[in-house]
Each structure stands twice: as C-alpha cells, then as structure tokens.
C-alpha cells in the first residue's frame, strides 16, 4: 500500500451491550495515540539515558456531529459502563488495509453546543484489557 489520504477510514465501537455499531457517519477526525513507556534504567557508569520499553498503552479520541438516532453515536455512548470493543479500519478498500481492534473502556463523553448553533460530541477511549495494541491487516 502506498500513500493515502484519511478518505474511506471506518470506525465501529461497541454499544453498552457489545453489539458493534459503526458510527463512521457521525464521526468528523479522530486521534489513535499508542504511547510506550520507557523505563530509565540509567547506571552511574553512564554518561547517557539508558531506557528499558515498559508498559504500553492506547487512547482514541473521537469527535462527531450529535446523532440521537437508534444506534448511532448517541447510543453507542449514553452509557459508559462496560468494556467496548474499539474497530479502526485506515482506507477501507479490501487489500490489506491496517486495522487496530483495542478493548477499551469510555472515559468522558461530551456533547457541546457552538456558538454558530452546531451540535457536536468528544469521547475519549482507553485501553482496559492489557494487551498491546497491534495493527493488523484486514
């Protein structure tokens, strides 16, 4: 795969009772962060940083256009209890493109009201399960 552009992404999250809905059409851009700690392991016989990897760890922050239909964006977050599974497919046409599927638990879901009267919705997923996130082809 070559160079592409965020056109033809799909997301699917699931709702509080697991079912996997796809809510790509209520979502304007999100963010995948996949941070890795890194450990100082530094002697005082170095005159450098010395790191071991430790823990890694997996945010997504979504952000969409409010949706009150049955199963959509609304639904899928109304309630925040409950581990969701989390499906990011990059460039969606069917040859190998990347995907990362992380258990994830909600940490806040906001809907905000602009100025120019646009309704709008935040969420922000974290990884729950302890199981390095990982692209895969699809």
Known sequence: MAKVSGLGDTVSVDDSSGTARAITNDITDFSINIPQNL???????????????????GTVTLNG???FASNQS???????????TVTITLYEDGSGDP???MEMLVGS?????????????SATLSLQSGTTPTWSTS
């Open 74 to 84: 609304h639904d899928v977050f109304k309630v925040r209890t409950g581990t969701r």
């Open 39 to 57: 450990l100082d392991a530094t002697g005082v016989d170095k005159s450098a940083q010395e790191r071991l990897i430790g823990l890694g760890d």
């Open 99 to 101: 995907r990362l599927i």
């Open 109 to 121: 879901y906001d809907i905000s009201r602009g100025s120019d009267g646009a309704s709008t919705w």
């Open 65 to 67: 256009v409010t949706n």
